[in-house]
């Protein structure tokens, strides 16, 4: 059996072999830490629809709870359209969790004041 690290050095191409050794470690590195892409839902311009008349129907009694600063059409963390609430506090048990069938996602937010 030849020793192939032996002849590479006899002939001088040592340094070529441990830097394509070196850059097919990094790629194999590379490949095996990059971050894991979650697929979005596409939007559904019919539930945007339902979700803007529903904001619009309960509007008025959602910024009634005290807290609540704000309403908006939004996502879940996994795309799904939802319907936003921006409250004081996202642990008010007065908020809803749903509304219609859609989930109600409740985002913290401080008081807003106009200037």
Same mark, same amino acid.
């Given at each position: 059996?030849?020793?192939?690290?032996?002849?590479?050095?006899? #002939?001088?191409?040592?340094?070529?072999?441990?830097?394509?050794?070196?850059?097919?470690?990094?790629?194999?590195?590379?490949?095996?830490?990059?971050?894991?892409?979650?697929?979005?839902?596409?939007?559904?311009? =019919?539930?945007?629809?339902?979700?803007?008349?529903?904001?619009?129907?309960?509007?008025?009694?959602?910024?009634?709870?005290?807290?609540?600063?704000?309403?908006?059409?939004?996502?879940?963390?996994?795309?799904?359209?939802?319907? &936003?609430?921006?409250?004081?506090?996202? =642990?008010?048990?007065? &908020?809803?969790? #749903?509304? #219609?069938?859609?989930?109600?996602?409740?985002?913290?937010?401080?008081?807003?004041?106009?200037?």
């Amino acid at each position: 059996m030849k020793d192939p690290l032996g002849r590479l050095i006899r #002939e001088g191409r040592a340094p070529l072999a441990l830097i394509a050794l070196l850059a097919a470690l990094v790629f194999a590195v590379c490949v095996r830490t990059q971050p894991k892409v979650t697929k979005m839902a596409p939007p559904d311009s =019919n539930a945007s629809a339902q979700i803007a008349r529903l904001i619009e129907a309960h509007a008025a009694r959602l910024m009634a709870i005290p807290g609540v600063h704000g309403v908006a059409e939004g996502r879940m963390p996994d795309g799904r359209p939802c319907i &936003l609430l921006l409250a004081e506090d996202p =642990n008010d048990p007065a &908020l809803p969790k #749903e509304l #219609e069938g859609f989930p109600v996602r409740v985002q913290q937010s401080d008081t807003l004041r106009a200037y």
